[in-house]
């Protein structure tokens, strides 16, 4: 080697710098079964949430039912040629509120059975999905 060369540059190699394990082990969240048991504020809103949607159901079955109860007298005093006509001797009034109204009901009864099982149903679900 003359003067003339440069050193030879040592190989870099990659150095991979770690610190020290810094985080720990999350604890685990309890179950949301746990937060209703307990009665915890989470528990609360979960519950809250349920009965809301249960009480909007039950409204709104009542508002149907109350608007078709309600609805009928009111068609019969705004248009009175339907008080007239009869079935079998039967006034169609009668007819109606015996013959509409009570299968309605019972529509509007398994209607709000089969919505109110959906809902606790999605509680549920919502409730054991794990974390």
Do not use: K
Not at 85 to 92: N, W
Not at 112 to 129: G, K, S
Request: charged share 20%.
């Amino acid at each position: 080697m003359s003067a003339a060369d440069p050193a030879p540059v040592p190989e870099r190699r990659r150095v991979l710098v770690t610190g020290p394990r810094t985080r720990t082990a999350r604890r685990p969240r309890p179950p949301v079964t746990q937060e209703i048991d307990e009665q915890t504020g989470l528990g609360e809103a979960y519950m809250r949430s349920l009965m809301r949607a249960q009480l909007r159901l039950a409204l709104l079955v009542c508002a149907t039912i109350g608007a078709g109860v309600g609805g009928l007298p009111l068609l019969f005093v705004l248009a009175p040629r339907l008080r007239e006509p009869s079935l079998l001797g039967i006034p169609l009034a009668w007819l109606l509120l015996a013959g509409v109204i009570y299968p309605a009901f019972v529509a509007c009864g398994w209607w709000y059975v089969r919505h109110a099982e959906r809902n606790e149903r999605d509680f549920a679900d919502l409730v054991d999905r794990p974390s």
